[in-house]
């Protein structure tokens, strides 16, 4: 479910690119500390776009600390100082990392079921290490992992229904801890806009591996990918136009955002729907880039 939502590196300027990069470098910093020394490992692009999207929408400063280049990264120069939204993004990940393996402990292969079972009880520690140092959204995400759970066991439902519900995590998480009404509500629609992209694009990226081990796929009556790219340009857009909604507060947080909605959501859809990655499209042409990693 994770990694889809990040950025084209060729089209971020280099002050653009070193503040994402300080702050992926400062949320794995953060997410060792405040969960957990291994947790690290599943440090994602998802939740430092998580980042910029509150820094934005809540006016949220960034102070970023030099270091010396080191022989395994030369070129990194900075990472972003640990403040209460990294804290919070950081619990995020350690949050929906926790479901998310129980949820493979339910539907996955024997072997991998087994494995996550025996994984989950370092990550309820980390979750629970998160939870003291941050305020996190476990009931309301607990509750929307129960309701995608019946609905996978009916299997009754369509996508755009199963990802309507799926998108209620990135809507809660974006939102959570907002007390000002209108950026609330901001944060809500724009999490609820991107968390269908996300449904839907990962559900098609596991199409063939989900019918192969006779796992539920949303996509029972088949993958049409012409027609899923128009819907996930759709609400790539749609998301863009949100963005467009709230004020500005710093230009290269907004530079980045656009990024991964234009170029970045793109590339992924592309990567998922086709053996062919390198596709002339009605978004964008080909882009041969890879992110930063």
């Not at 926790?98 to 494995?115: H, M």
């Not at 369509?158 to 799926?166: G, H, K, N, R, V």
């Amino acid at each position: 479910m994770f990694g889809y939502i990040r950025p084209v590196v060729s089209e971020l300027k280099v002050k653009q690119l070193s503040l994402y990069r300080s702050v992926y470098c400062g949320l794995c910093k953060t997410q060792r500390r405040r969960t957990g020394l291994f947790s690290c490992l599943t440090l994602s692009y998802d939740f430092a776009f998580l980042y910029l999207f509150r820094a934005e929408l809540c006016a949220v400063d960034t102070v970023q600390k030099k270091r010396p280049p080191s022989l395994l990264h030369p070129e990194r120069e900075s990472y972003a100082v640990e403040n209460d939204l990294l804290q919070y993004c950081a619990g995020c990940a350690a949050l929906l990392n926790y479901y998310k393996l129980k949820d493979n402990a339910r539907d996955e292969s024997f072997f991998k079921a087994s494995l996550s079972k025996l994984l989950l009880p370092y990550f309820r520690y980390s979750l629970k290490k998160a939870e003291k140092c941050t305020n996190l959204p476990t009931k309301q995400i607990e509750g929307v992992m129960n309701d995608l759970f019946e609905m996978e066991n009916k299997g009754s439902y369509s996508p755009d229904e199963m990802a309507l519900c799926s998108s209620a995590l990135l809507s809660v998480i974006a939102s959570h801890g907002i007390e000002d009404e209108l950026r609330s509500f901001a944060a809500q629609r724009f999490g609820t806009t991107v968390g269908k992209w996300l449904y839907l694009l990962d559900a098609a990226d596991d199409y063939e591996e989900d019918l192969c081990h006779h796992r539920f796929t949303p996509f029972s009556e088949g993958l049409h990918k012409e027609e899923l790219k128009s819907a996930l340009d759709a609400l790539a857009n749609d998301a863009d136009l949100l963005l467009d909604k709230i004020p500005v507060y710093n230009e290269n947080y907004r530079e980045i955002l656009k990024n991964v909605l234009y170029y970045g959501m793109n590339d992924a859809a592309l990567s998922a729907l086709y053996t062919e990655k390198k596709k002339t499209n009605s978004r964008k042409s080909e882009r041969k880039d890879k992110t930063y990693e």
